[in-house]
Nanobody
Framework: QVQLVESGGGLVQPGGSLRLSCAVS????????MGWYRQAPGKVRELVAS???????NYADSVKGRFTISRDNDKRTLYLQMNSLKPEDTAVYYC????????WGQGTQVTVSS
């Protein structure tokens, strides 16, 4: 079974930055389109950024221009660079396939607060 391990979250002030990582194991990582999702309290999980196997990227309007998704296929790792963070970015962040998802990992908490 595929394992997804997210890391890099934390508490940051508005305007700050974080870099999330997601280690993917037990699968051929490079062939899949991947995404970063987030779920805020009381809200549904949403896809905020995706990257195809050929490295084309797409972003939700709410994060466009502030977040950058990337991947290292040799390391089987997905990244999300988050800049100019806002309180509304507070959520648990998850990585998974973009589309038909695998079982979810534990996620990593991002809290943006002064």
């Amino acid at each position: 079974q595929v394992q997804l391990v997210e890391s890099g979250g934390g508490l940051v002030q508005p305007g700050g930055s974080l870099r999330l990582s997601c280690a993917v194991s037990r699968t051929i990582f490079g062939i899949y389109d991947m995404g970063w999702y987030r779920q805020a309290p009381g809200k549904v999980r949403e896809l905020v950024a995706s990257i195809t196997s050929s490295r084309s990227t797409n972003y939700a309007d709410s994060v466009k221009g502030r977040f950058t998704i990337s991947r290292d296929n040799d390391k089987r790792t997905l990244y999300l660079q988050m800049n100019s963070l806002k309180p509304e970015d507070t959520a648990v962040y998850y990585c998974n396939r973009a589309g038909a998802t695998w079982a979810w990992g534990q996620g990593t908490q991002v809290t943006v607060s002064s």
